[in-house]
């Protein structure tokens, strides 16, 4: 856990546990595709759920919140219904191959919210400050099945697991939602320079926002515009432990 010294801003979530955001404008690391001593300036790490959080710094446990990971598919097949289907077929986010998890109705998502509840309760006793629920906009690779209302009310069963286990939650895509308003404490921006989307998560969290670019001119683009503010870090698309890391 994060030493109490460099804590950031605490959030007390009535008479439950207090939730401390990552620090703004510090350097982060994105480890998802392999864990590595952080370099020195680092101070917040995001790790796979399933490895152990970095010794002396903020640490971010990813969960795939609204789709299933590539290797997790025959854990998925023995819950029949929530997977999105069409046609039979599940609905495939073709740029990760990965399914899309089926919010479409309460049930669904008290028994999806059970299952990454989980996860994320397994994220707080492993040592992990705050967590990612990544592919909040999910929905609008669903061939219009999901709707914008079905994956807000699923975010927001999520983040008050999070918060009840003490945990910082990261709003994760759809840049133009105010995503504080369904219980995000900050933003992980995903290539915002390269898709002009800085600006939306800044307006919404300040500078608690991290962002992770791949390519250089999109990383020198948002160092100019944003490096003095936001903890911006490059990596190659793989994030691999050796792979490329730099900082503004």
């Keep these: 856990m994060l030493p109490a010294l460099v804590l950031g801003l605490v959030i007390a979530l009535g008479s439950g546990p207090t939730v401390t955001p990552p620090p703004g ?12 001593t952080p370099a020195p ?15 002396g710094v903020y640490n971010i446990c990813y969960v795939n919140g609204f789709q299933t990971q590539p290797d997790e598919r025959r854990f998925w097949r023995k819950r029949p219904g929530l997977v999105l289907r069409q046609g039979g077929r599940p609905v495939v986010d073709e740029a990760w191959g ?16 059970a299952i990454v509840g989980r996860w994320i309760d397994g994220c707080a006793r ?28 699923y975010s927001r069963l999520l983040t008050a697991r999070a918060h009840a286990a003490g945990l910082a939650v990261a709003q994760k895509n759809w840049a133009e939602l105010d995503g504080r ?10 290539q915002c320079g390269r898709y002009d989307e800085c600006g939306d998560y800044v307006a919404s969290y300040g500078d608690r926002v ?39």
């Design 41 to 55: 300036n680092v101070g917040v790490v995001v790790r796979d759920r399933r490895a152990a959080p970095a010794p």
């Design 210 to 248: 991290l962002v992770v670019e791949y390519r250089r001119r999109d990383f020198r683009r948002t160092c100019a515009a944003y490096g003095d503010r936001l903890g911006v870090v490059l990596r190659d698309r793989d994030l691999t432990p050796g792979g490329v890391h730099a900082w503004c």
């Design 25 to 36: 404008g510090v350097d982060p690391d994105y480890q998802l595709g392999g864990v590595a």
């Design 126 to 153: 492993a040592g992990y400050d705050g967590v990612e629920l990544d592919n909040l906009d999910s929905f609008s690779r669903s061939h219009g099945l999901v709707r914008a209302r079905h994956a807000k009310k």
């Design 98 to 113: 990965e399914w899309l998890l089926d919010l479409r109705t309460p049930a669904k998502r008290q028994r999806l919210a």
């Design 181 to 190: 308003r369904l219980g995000f404490d900050f933003a992980i921006a995903e």
